[in-house]
Nanobody
């Protein structure tokens, strides 16, 4: 079984920054084998893809709405994946969740991912 725990959410003003963390754990897993993606669900809307990093770390992908503002990275030694969010806008307000797929290439498709965290709330005030 794989567990994912997000942290780092909060309330910030527009233009500010936040860094989200996703720690991946499990009895026999090695994070080096797992792609991790970030998704978000704004209030009253469907869940949407934000960013992802492949299992090897060689590739990253982003939704158009966050390109140039968000950056995803991984630290395998800490079993963690990060989402650095800069120049935040009120429309970035959502519950942000991380998800993992073994040997994945960082797909934006929700159905690809096997394991999910509980999510962390990000609220951007105008």
């Amino acid at each position: 079984q794989v567990q994912l725990v997000e942290s780092g959410g909060g309330l910030v003003q527009a233009g500010g920054s936040l860094r989200l963390s996703c720690v991946v754990s499990g009895e026999t897993i090695d994070i080096k084998d797992w792609a991790v993606a970030w998704f978000r669900q704004p209030p009253g809307k469907e869940r949407e893809f934000v960013a992802a990093v492949s299992w090897s770390g060689a590739s990253t992908s982003y939704a158009d709405s966050v390109k140039g503002r968000f950056a995803v990275s991984r630290d395998n030694a800490k079993s963690a994946v990060y989402l650095q969010m800069n120049s935040l806008k009120p429309e970035d307000t959502a519950v942000y969740s991380c998800a993992s797929e073994r040997w994945g290439d960082g797909s934006p498709l929700i159905r690809i991912y096997d394991y999910w965290g509980q999510g962390t709330q990000v609220t951007i005030s105008s």
